[in-house]
């Protein structure tokens, strides 16, 4: 079994994930680059050895079972472990996304890799993550999620109106509230990251921040020590009001 810490992180070939997986790796973990992409993901992991991290690949797409499952026996193959989940992966859907609008297999595609992807990825690793003496899980959200956010309005002023990222952004939050409540009574912590606004292919690259930047908050979370906060939405300026 390894001796560093073991981390995976979904869609980690590109953006927030990549940068998620190199903070990490910074700081001494062994870390699993989760990505559909083949070819994306085998770059990503040379980059990341090149500097000098601990990475392999880790082939992985959210929505299929047998690919999750297979990414599980890999882990616990390579590691016998599981400290740290990120689940990194997600997607906007596609567009339009005013309610008025919006296709139903836009809102069904947004669930299905945002919300069930983090399930069927979450209780796949789970007997992994029980193995390791301070696991941490962090499900990657948005501001997007906050239904205090979304409703003030004044300060939501030019932001796209989003009727299937935004609510599975929200169920996202409250899948990891229901998370925290089950784990209680373990050493496994789970909160929600934002990012903030962060320019990555998601949104077209218009975010005024850096993926390294958006990074920060799900590398703190990742790393928090035993009894820090479980079942909380945090950004790089703390709590996130739901």
């Known amino acids: 079994m390894s001796e560093r810490r073991?981390?995976?992180?979904?869609?980690?070939?590109?953006?927030?994930?990549?940068?998620?997986?190199?903070g990490l790796g910074a700081l001494g973990d062994t870390v699993g680059v989760g990505a559909r992409d083949a070819e994306r993901r085998e770059a990503?992991?040379?980059?990341?050895?090149?500097?000098g991290v601990d990475a392999f690949g880790v082939p992985l797409d959210v929505t299929d079972d047998e690919s999750v499952a297979a990414a599980a026996r890999l882990i616990e193959e390579r590691t016998g472990r599981l400290d740290v989940l990120v689940n990194n992966a997600g997607v906007i859907g596609g567009f339009p996304q005013e309610p008025t609008k919006i296709g139903l297999d836009v809102i069904r595609t947004a669930v299905e890799v945002n919300v069930i992807g983090v399930v069927r990825v979450t209780?796949?690793?789970?007997?992994?993550?029980?193995?390791?003496?301070?696991?941490r899980i962090v499900n990657m959200s948005?501001?997007?999620?906050s239904l205090t956010r979304q409703t003030t309005f004044?300060?939501?002023a030019g932001r796209p109106i989003s009727a299937g990222y935004s609510p599975s952004k929200s169920m996202l939050n409250n899948i990891t509230v229901q998370y925290?409540?089950?784990?209680?009574?373990?050493?496994?912590?789970?909160?929600?990251?934002c990012p903030g606004f962060t320019a990555t292919d998601l949104?077209?690259?218009r975010g005024f921040r850096t993926p390294r930047q958006?990074?920060?908050?799900a590398i703190r979370l990742a790393t928090l020590p035993n009894g820090g906060p479980t079942g909380g939405f945090f950004d790089d300026d703390g709590p996130v009001p739901w």
Do not use: C, H, Q, W
């Open 6 to 22: 073991v981390a995976l992180v979904t869609g980690a070939n590109k953006g927030i994930g990549y940068e998620i997986a190199a």
């Open 44 to 51: 990503a992991v040379t980059t990341l050895r090149a500097a």
């Open 123 to 135: 209780n796949a690793m789970l007997p992994l993550l029980r193995r390791a003496a301070a696991p």
């Open 142 to 145: 948005s501001s997007g999620g």
């Open 154 to 156: 004044g300060d939501n």
């Open 180 to 193: 925290a409540k089950e784990l209680y009574d373990t050493t496994i912590l789970v909160n929600a990251a």
């Open 203 to 205: 949104n077209g690259s």
């Open 214 to 217: 958006g990074a920060a908050i």
